[in-house]
Nanobody, 121 residues
Framework: EVQLVESGGGLVQPGGSLRLSCAAS????????MSWVRQAPGKGLEWVSA????????TYVDSVKGRFTISRDNAKNTLYLQMNSLKAEDTAVYYC??????????????WGQGTQVTVSS
C-alpha cells in the first residue's frame, strides 16, 4: 500500500520557521520526483516546490524562493520542506505528492493527507 504521511505543521508567528516532513512507503521513493503543494483556505491547489528523484535539481514558485528549501533523503524515504521567514499568506494545508517526473503544477500519482500550517500572531 502506497503511503505518504506529512508531519511538522503547526502554528507559528510571522517570521518564524517550520520544517515539514513527508514519509513515503509502498513504492520506490528514489525513482520518483516529489513536490509540495498547498491549499489556502477557500482557494485552489497551488504548487510550491519540486525536487527530482536524485535530489540534485529543485524548483520553487516565485513567492517562496529564498525562504523555502526542499530536500530529500532517499535512504530514509523522506521528503522535507524547510520553511523560513513565514508569512500569513503561507497559511495553508501542505501536501506532498509523488510522480515519475518533476511537475511545476499541482499534480501527482500519489498524495499525502496534508498537514496544516498556520502563520499568525
Amino acid at each position: 500500500e502506497v503511503q505518504l504521511v506529512e508531519s511538522g505543521g503547526g502554528l507559528v508567528q510571522p517570521g518564524g520557521s517550520l520544517r515539514l516532513s513527508c514519509a513515503a512507503s509502498g513504492f520506490t521513493f528514489s525513482s520518483y520526483a516529489m513536490s509540495w503543494v498547498r491549499q489556502a483556505p477557500g482557494k485552489g491547489l497551488e504548487w510550491v516546490s519540486a525536487i527530482n528523484s536524485g535530489g540534485g535539481s529543485t524548483t520553487y514558485v516565485d513567492s517562496v524562493k529564498g525562504r523555502f528549501t526542499i530536500s530529500r533523503d532517499n535512504a530514509k524515504n523522506t521528503l522535507y520542506l524547510q520553511m523560513n521567514s513565514l508569512k500569513a499568506e503561507d497559511t495553508a494545508v501542505y501536501y506532498c505528492a509523488a510522480r515519475p517526473f518533476v511537475a511545476t503544477m499541482p499534480a501527482g500519482d500519489y498524495w499525502g493527507q496534508g498537514t496544516q500550517v498556520t502563520v499568525s500572531s
